[in-house]
């Protein structure tokens, strides 16, 4: 059984830019949370998606968008690229909302 | 609004010791709970839950919590540390009408030989 997977592994974008990371979710999995992780920080919730749906989102603004596909992996995208931006962004996948989330080694995101 | 306490961001600990990292939450509704390791430069496994049941819980790598639900607190023990125990612990929440984790700010456990 593959886990979850993340891409890229570390990412460096210049303020003003957009970004696109991507997630594939565990086998069985038709639920994919984002997070984003500040240097010493807990995660903080961004949005979860269920069959292609946004099913909840966090207190970030709208340049924060995803997208998640017919075989449940998902896009984060995040456009006008800020210096409080850069973070570790993990995904994190679940059979089902409200059940238990396995997550991804992340994407570590350096905006300058 | 739902939040997650870690009382200590940092816990210092001798290899085969004792060790406790405390959890409190506060919610207006019931809770599902969590705890996560983070080793470094990786993303967070899955140490042991709480959903319901015996509100002892035992997870991976010889952890257990225990759900007081009086005292909203869920702490994490292991009866002896190993070296390898060495990361940072989170301790997370799913409130029953939303479907989030809500996380505290983290546990930096350390063991020394």
């Known amino acids: 059984e593959t886990g979850v997977t993340q891409s890229p592994t570390h990412l460096i974008k210049t303020r003003g830019q957009q970004v696109t990371l991507r997630c594939s979710s565990q086998s069985g999995h038709n639920t994919v949370s984002w997070y984003q992780q500040a240097l010493g920080q807990g995660p903080q919730f961004i949005f979860q998606?269920?069959?292609?749906?946004?099913?909840g989102r966090g207190n970030f603004p709208p340049r924060f968008s995803g997208l998640q596909f017919p075989n449940y992996s998902s896009e984060l995208n995040v456009n006008a690229l800020e210096l409080d931006d850069s973070a570790l962004y993990l995904c994190?996948?679940?059979?089902?909302?409200?059940?238990?989330?396995?997550f991804g080694p992340g994407t570590r995101l350096l905006v300058l | 609004a739902q939040s997650v306490t870690q009382l200590d961001s940092q816990v210092p600990v001798f290899e085969e010791a004792p060790v406790e990292l405390r959890c409190n939450y506060s919610?207006?509704?019931?809770?599902?709970l969590f705890w996560y390791v983070q080793y470094p430069n990786q993303g967070l496994q899955l140490l042991l839950k709480y959903l319901s049941g015996s509100t002892l819980v035992k997870g991976i790598n010889g952890f257990e919590a225990e759900f007081n639900k009086s005292q909203t607190s869920f702490h994490l023990r292991k009866p002896s540390v190993h070296i390898s125990d060495t990361a940072e612990y989170f301790c997370?929440?799913?409130?029953?009408?939303?479907?989030?984790?809500?996380f505290g700010t983290g546990t930096r456990l350390q063991v020394f030989p």
């Open positions: 997370a929440v799913i409130p029953y009408n939303t479907d989030k984790l809500i």
């Open positions: 919610s207006s509704v019931s809770v599902y």
């Open positions: 994190a996948s679940s059979p089902r909302t409200q059940e238990t989330q396995y």
């Open positions: 998606y269920y069959r292609e749906e946004e099913n």
